[in-house]
């Protein structure tokens, strides 16, 4: 889906700002507490709609963990047909960051940067790993390279484009698949030390 900052009319937001069409997972919480996953189809700093098996009550507060952008806190403004439309409390402060991550994701795939290839590839002393699907399912995989971003596997399953998986304990999505597996890109930007622990990475020594 392209995330490519298009404009929408909306008399309530504040400082002109401007939705962008994305495809962003994440989990939000109700008020009963209750946690429930979700995907963001249009966010703006002031606003959001989220396709959800669940909705909130117009005027209930929302507490959302979205990949790459994080904490999001706001009330549930009207229900959609599979979801909700939600208005973000923010600080100026942080509405500022959020326009500047959007911004970020906008470009960032319409310049078809999955795995966000800046970041430098490493192979794995250890490649075997293990590919956890929603439904629970667990097969071994062959790690042909990491980033900070991301890794490309080679698998005898090819989950959909945009499933959500878990390689080893890292959660991210598959957003590219080639001749013998898939590509995955990490639901935000991992530390060379997380990756070390995890996937026993070579020595910078």
Not at 117 to 127: C, D, G, K, S, V
Not at 142 to 165: F, N
Request: with cysteine; charged share 30%.
């Amino acid at each position: 889906m392209s995330a490519a900052i298009n404009p929408i009319p909306l008399r309530s937001e504040r400082r002109n700002f401007q939705r962008v069409r994305v495809t962003i997972y994440g989990r939000f919480m109700l008020e009963d507490r209750t946690e429930h996953a979700c995907r963001v189809i249009d966010m703006s700093p002031g606003n959001a709609s989220l396709i959800a098996d669940r909705a909130g009550r117009p005027g209930e507060k929302i507490i959302a963990y979205l990949d790459h952008i994080g904490r999001i806190e706001g009330i549930v403004t009207r229900t959609l047909d599979h979801g909700f439309a939600m208005t973000i409390v923010a600080s100026d402060r942080k509405r500022d960051k959020l326009a500047a991550q959007l911004t970020w994701l906008a470009n960032k795939h319409e310049l078809d940067l999955p795995e966000d290839r800046r970041h430098e590839r490493i192979a794995p002393r250890n490649p075997v790993s293990t590919l956890r699907l929603p439904d629970g399912g667990e097969y071994r995989c062959r790690i042909i390279d990491l980033s900070l971003s991301g890794a490309a596997i080679e698998s005898d399953i090819r989950p959909e484009k945009g499933t959500q998986v878990h390689l080893g304990t890292m959660r991210g999505q598959v957003v590219r698949h080639f001749e013998d597996g898939i590509a995955i890109e990490f639901a935000g930007i991992q530390n060379r030390q997380a990756l070390e622990a995890e996937f026993s990475l070579p020595s910078d020594n």
